[in-house]
């Protein structure tokens, strides 16, 4: 059990008197010193555990007394008890100069320089040292240019001194203090020194926005149409799900990482017990489950929802359109379905209830011809109750009164009608029993809402299956589901849950593709076009006839998009409609070059840039799919090659085991400290790695501390293929702070491809002098290589535009 503070500062108050009653005028060893005073200060005072330490540790032949936490964040060297340390008369500061307490005393002098070895050459950030009566803390490395010994240090003289002024101690050294860096806020007054300004801070207006022609204006209106539209145009939709629609399941043929990892990649959804819930696939290669059609024909029996569990983007949306249309069709000919798409539709979370309610209603009558208001139906459905009430003390006005009566049975009918929800269950009874129809409802797109509205959601959902005669499914992200499964709504329930893995993306791009241009050859116009555009169906045909060749005479394009999409299928067809129309790119340049040549393959570079890019002119990493991995946290220039030394490691390290890729975090920071990064610098870098989707962690779900990390697709393509690439590099110049001041001088906002070819050269001269003092250390990437490969595509550039300059200055001579 960990010390609190008013525990630790008891034990202060016992290690002090236990020292003054057995000190016998003997200077103890360094080793009685350690059992007798120092761990009794750092076990017992200071909260920190066996666990914690690792004592006597050997790192290239040199041992440290004690080392705390993984990745380390203190050292403490131990001193015999006869090492004192003497302050200046009148001296009363809690923290001096590390030179006050050493100018005149070489044996402290070389402890503390010793602490502060080790510290540096395992990049640990804090380093004491400690006679049992006295302890100095200080920095053990820092990355703002002041030299360690130059820099300050927490002392306190005695162990009275401790006691007295124990908040500052505890605050400062305890289990608690050290990993939230306090002792670096009270020996660095000024704030952490940020790395210099990024070339962007300098771009007026940046990012900007990339202006397109008219003739890209309207290839961008077209690609959101044919490529995205397409999918919700209701004449469409049959053909549509028909020859578009591809099943979960199989695997990747283009992905960089392992299959082990692409397998096991969604193992925790088809885990039997996931959350305490059994779970199924939905579909194979070869259709539906078994088990998932006699669950759509059963569920209403059994009283329960039906879960469709699968990632954003995977398609949960489109699998219930080609469930209801195409693979189930005999069944939902036969049933009645409600769609409520919480994707599209607003509904405030305090009005949940009544807005499913609204939309059912709405639906009945729009879709099915179902007015639940109208009178004759009204009466249909309180036909018995009717009956019954003729019955009743109103009854004798039938025949004496019928106004009256008609009154009073009307005032009935309006309390019926007043209750929304009795009266909607009502009407699909009613339906249920006198059409001998199944009643589905699906509540989709709900994991685009925060967790507490999705668990309301689930609640209304399981409720309508409990309770009224409907067969019920909710999709949900496997995240939601777990963390609902094991502390929100879904606690209490045991929903029947099926599973959606995503498709193989090269070939929804190529069946989506296909499709649209057999539309434009049948109709000779896409349906839906609007009015106005003036590019022609014959242009537009071609451009995806190109296209369509591109992506299979192109592994490169299909690497791209597959890798970076990670999985998401809605991400890659963002890519497509992002490279459609794209300012970046030279559509009229394209179809001149395929109207003259009869072909055109689109150049990944071309692909890249638009993706990369977006609508903008220069790279945002908040808005780009592309993360950068060259940006550091420190004014720290090896840091631009932590990232990718990260990736490398994990992939590395996780595919030599058979751990389904995963790697310790423990290890991680281990090869990191090794290369001499704080551990500050590889949290951030982890941090950044799991926000752009480079790395997942695991368990993925919780909300505590990782156990595992893994290498995803998008980690591994831009470390091994995106950093090769003079698209990629060129887009991050731009944001990246360089460290060198002669350097940030010479790379400005360049425009013309020779001079961006230039300011490449500078930037990966730049990066070569920040990867050689990494080149001694065990680095898992191999930098050298991809700097070769960019710095030969910018050779070739600089060789195309000398080329066209030498032409554009020889000038054919005039005739006569």
């Known amino acids: 059990m960990l010390t609190d503070f008013e525990q630790g500062k008891s034990e202060m108050e016992r290690l002090v008197k236990w020292a003054s009653s057995n000190y016998f005028g003997l200077k103890r060893n360094e080793a009685d010193t350690r059992l007798h005073l120092i761990d009794k200060l750092l076990f017992d005072c200071l909260g920190w555990t066996r666990e914690d330490c690792h004592a006597e540790e050997r790192y290239e032949g040199k041992f440290t007394d004690y080392a705390f936490l993984t990745p380390r964040k203190l050292v403490v060297e131990a001193k015999r008890e006869g090492i004192y340390f003497e302050l200046p008369a009148g001296f009363g500061r809690r923290v001096c100069k590390i030179a006050t307490i050493t100018e005149a005393d070489k044996p402290i002098d070389a402890a503390i320089r010793q602490a502060i070895k080790y510290c540096q050459e395992r990049s640990i950030p804090f380093g004491a040292i400690s006679n049992g009566h006295q302890v100095v803390a200080f920095l053990g490395s820092r990355q703002d240019g002041i030299p360690v010994m130059a820099g300050e240090c927490l002392v306190f003289s005695s162990l009275e001194d401790m006691l007295a002024d124990f908040r500052v101690l505890w605050d400062n050294l305890s289990r608690p203090a050290v990993p939230s860096y306090n002792l670096h806020a009270t020996l660095c007054a000024e704030s952490v020194v940020p790395p210099p300004e990024k070339l962007a801070s300098r771009i007026p207006g940046y990012p900007g926005i990339k202006n397109r022609n008219p003739f890209q204006t309207e290839l961008k209106i077209l690609g959101d149409l044919f490529i995205e539209d397409v999918v919700r145009a209701p004449e469409l939709e049959q053909q549509f799900l028909e020859r578009c629609y591809c099943p979960s399941g199989a695997l990747s043929q283009y992905s960089l990482i392992s299959k082990q990892i692409l397998q096991t990649r969604y ?419 982890i941090r950044r790695s799991i926000h752009k989707g480079l790395l997942e962690a695991s368990p993925k779900f919780s909300e505590g501390p990782a156990a595992a990390y893994r290498i995803t697709s998008v980690g591994s393509y831009t470390y091994k293929e995106l950093a090769k690439q003079f698209s990629y590099v060129d887009a991050m110049v731009v944001d990246t702070p360089t460290v060198d001041r002669n350097v940030r001088s010479e790379i400005g906002d360049s425009r013309s491809i020779s001079d961006r070819a230039n300011r490449m050269l500078t930037f990966l001269k730049y990066l070569d002098s920040r990867h050689a003092p990494l080149a001694t250390r065990p680095i898992a990437f191999d930098w050298i290589h991809c700097r070769e490969s960019v710095e030969h595509q910018t050779n070739y550039i600089l060789e195309l535009e000398a080329k066209k300059e030498a032409s554009r200055r020889v000038r054919p001579a005039k005739s006569g």
Not at 631 to 644: C, F, N, Q, T, Y
Request: one cysteine or more; proline letters at 4%; charged letters at 25%.
């Open 267 to 685: 193992s925790i959804l088809f885990e039997k017990e996931f959350g305490g819930a059994s779970l199924e696939p939905v579909q194979t290669k070869g259709g539906l489950t078994e088990e998932f059609g006699s669950d759509v024909l059963a569920a209403s029996l059994k009283r329960r929802a039906i879960v469709l569990l699968g990632d954003v983007g995977v398609g949960k949306s489109i699998f219930i359109r080609h469930l209801i249309k195409v693979a189930a069709r005999e069944v939902f000919e036969n049933a009645l379905s409600l769609y409520v798409d919480f994707g599209k539709e607003p509904a405030l979370a305090e009005d949940l209830q009544s807005f499913v309610l609204r939309r059912c209603a709405a639906q009945l009558s729009s879709d099915h011809n179902v007015d639940i208001e109208e009178n004759g139906f009204v009466r249909g459905v309180y036909y018995g109750e009717l009956a019954r009430f003729k019955k009743g003390i109103y009854g004798q006005f039938a025949q004496s009164n019928p106004e009256l009566y008609l009154q009073k049975e009307i005032e009935f009918l309006e309390n019926k009608l007043a209750d929304r929800g009795a009266h909607l269950r009502s009407s699909l009874e009613h339906i249920s029993k006198g059409r001998k129809r199944q009643i589905v409802v699906f509540l989709d797109n709900i994991d685009q809402r925060p967790t507490d509205f999705q668990d309301r959601v689930f609640l209304i959902g399981q409720s309508l299956a409990e309770t009224w005669p409907v067969t019920v499914f909710i999709s949900l992200r496997p995240e939601t589901f777990y963390t609902s499964r094991m502390k929100g709504a879904l606690a209490a329930y045991q929903p029947r849950v099926f599973t959606i893995a995503p498709p193989r993306i090269d070939l929804v791009i190529a069946a989506r593709l296909q499709f649209v241009l057999e539309q434009i050859r049948e109709t000779g116009r896409f349906s839906g076009l609007p009015s106005g555009l003036s590019l022609h169906s014959q242009s537009l045909m071609r451009y995806v006839e190109v296209l369509i060749t591109s992506f299979q005479r192109s592994r490169e394009l299909v690497e791209f998009i597959d890798n970076l999409s990670g999985g998401n299928t809605r991400r890659a067809l963002d890519f497509l409609v992002s490279f459609v129309g794209s300012g970046h790119v030279n559509a009229e340049k394209i179809l001149e070059i395929f109207e003259t040549q009869g072909h055109y393959t689109i150049p990944i570079h071309e692909f890249m840039r638009a993706v990369i890019f977006g609508d903008f002119e220069h790279y945002d990493p908040s808005a780009s799919p592309a993360a950068n991995l060259f940006d550091i946290s420190l004014p720290d220039g090896r840091e631009h090659l932590l990232v990718a030394n990260l990736l490398a490691f994990v992939e590395r390290t996780g595919s030599s085991a058979a751990s389904e890729g995963w790697v310790e975090p423990d290890k991680v920071h281990l090869f990191c400290q090794s290369l001499g990064f704080l551990p500050s610098q590889i949290e951030f870098a």
